[in-house]
């Protein structure tokens, strides 16, 4: 552990036993580290937030928790077995799904093909998935036979989490899904990724708006430096007069 | 002022043609489009593929031929074609475990792997010159015409007559067929869709669980069937000859970047476009323009606007012309 302030490891009263937990990753891409002994976890249908200032390595402990950097130091867990050294599509199988934060739709493909492609891993039908995908973002389905690429930016990033969701994956992880979209849009995508959780999905997640993502975080982890500075509920971080200070613009 | 007439001269020496030549360059560069589309790289190796596809698919004509299968009124070489297809998905399924994947593997900048391609091709060229010689080889068999000039001409009663060979009536029926297929493939099924999607995007399409290996043993293999179905429609229509199978790489990438490297539809119109153009350009309008002008107004000349020994200037005019203005090409592929 980093000199963090001492903090309760789990959040106001809810049982213990993380799904994914990420303890003490250390590593980078070359050989300065970008993460020093970084802890993550989330339990069973929780929404756990990633703040920090630009540069802490918030998308880069994402990239560490799916496999996509080398740890040099460090280990993760999901539902209690070691993937540490497991490959991103190995995870995928494990019950992973990742939204990158660019790059995240097949843009000539219609959004019925992304969904589709998104079930590339399942042997069985479907269908009922995709279902499941279409009601939770009705608009998806009125332009299922239209490319991704010609819809707007919100829209693309419900195609985005709709493909994640389709190999019906135990851990969601988003890296910034309300980058670059608009204040209500990003409302709209938050209540969406509310339900999913309710389902009993758990969710990870990178934002840049800390403010409205803490406000819907059960959990949230506060990185400087490739490091836990604070781990509390999302409403405590909001309440934290340091947090809102330094991280939350006062 | 005989429109009819100049019609049929037109039709007769520069629409069918062009057509044939058209469907086998699509066929062509189709095989290119789709190799950039996955692979990212331009194949130099493309028209010496075609070439070896070729050879295997004469060497089995022979063989049927010698064993005295026929299906005539229809080419022998169309009972060869699976052969041909079969060795050649092979050789380059062969080649890409012994070269590209290593280059691969390395994730080189495209134009590494264009030159190894060029490396590739040469060996390829070697390879078909030794075991089937330099030399011109006719493989053609089964019923020459379709309809001859003069059955036209008692048909009509016109004055000119419109002769379509059965190679040309083959070619464009086997281009169209290969084509609905190609793109069923591509739009309707789970491995065309992959392949979609890892030409799309390949970090995604690793995300979602494809098989970035699979997906490209089944572009080599579809890259050797349409390099093979092309050639030997073009060596049917014409004649079997390695170094004009070299040749023919001009062409067929003029046809691909024309219609936007990693475009299917793109690779088609382009195939036609480069075809009408080098036909059109190259032929003497002259019979045509008696039939349409009036007799004082006989035009002096050939009204050929470049001999036919210049014909793959025209490919590279249109090249080039493309790529200054528009290097995208007419159906948005990548940039070039």
Sequence with gaps: MSGAPALEAVPHGRPALPYLDAVGMTGGYGAADILHGCNLSVAKGEIAVIVGPNGAGKSTAMKAVFGMLPLRGGQVTLGGVDITRLSPQERVYRGMGFVPQTHNVFTSMTVEENLEMGAFIREDDCTDTMEQVYHLFPVLRDKRHQAAGELSGGQRQQVAVGRALMTKPQLLMLDEPTAGVSPIVMDELFDRIIEVARTGISILMVEQNARQALAIADKGFVLVQGRNRFTDSGAALLANPEVRQSFLGG | MDPLNALVVLANFVIVPAVAYGSQLALG????????????????????????????????????????????????????????????????????????????????????????????????????????????????????????????????????????????????????????????????????????????????????????????????????????????????????????????????????????????????????????????????????????????????????????????????????????????????????
């Design chain 2, 29 to 336: 560069a189709l095989g290119v489009t789709l190799l950039f589309a996955v692979l990212r790289f331009a194949n130099m190796a493309h028209g010496d593929t075609m070439a070896f596809g070729t050879m295997v698919t004469i060497f089995a004509t022979w063989g049927l031929q010698a064993a005295g299968v026929s299906i005539a009124p229809l080419p022998t070489a169309l009972l060869a074609l699976p052969v041909g297809i079969a060795v050649t998905a092979a050789l380059l399924y062969a080649t890409d475990h012994m070269v590209y994947r290593f280059y691969r593997r390395h994730k080189v900048p495209s134009v590494i792997l264009l030159i190894v391609s060029t490396g590739v091709m040469f060996v390829m060229n070697g390879l078909v010159r030794f075991l089937i010689g330099p030399g011109d080889q006719r493989f053609a068999d089964g019923a020459r015409f379709l309809i001859t000039a003069r059955e036209f001409e008692t048909m009509t009663g016109l004055d000119e007559g419109l002769a379509i060979r059965s190679t040309q009536a083959l070619t464009v029926v086997v281009a169209v067929v290969v084509v609905a297929w190609l793109f069923w493939f591509l739009n309707h099924t789970r491995t065309g869709k992959s392949m979609r999607a890892f030409s799309d995007n390949e970090d995604l399409a690793l995300l979602s669980g494809i098989n970035p290996e699979r997906v490209v043993a089944v572009t080599w293999i579809l890259v050797g069937a349409l390099a093979t179905i092309a050639g030997v429609l073009y060596g049917l229509d014409k004649s079997f000859m390695p170094f004009t199978y070299f040749q023919l790489l001009l062409p067929i990438f003029a046809a691909a970047i024309v219609g936007g490297l990693g475009s299917p539809v793109g690779a088609i119109a382009g195939g036609f476009v480069v075809a009408f153009s080098e036909v059109g350009v190259t032929y003497a309008f002259r019979k045509v323009a008696d039939y349409l002008l009036p007799g004082n107004l006989e035009p002096p000349g050939l009204m050929q606007i470049l001999a036919t020994d210049y014909k793959f200037a025209v490919s590279f005019v249109i090249l080039v012309i493309v790529l200054l203005f528009r290097p995208t090409g007419l159906f948005g592929g990548r940039a070039t």
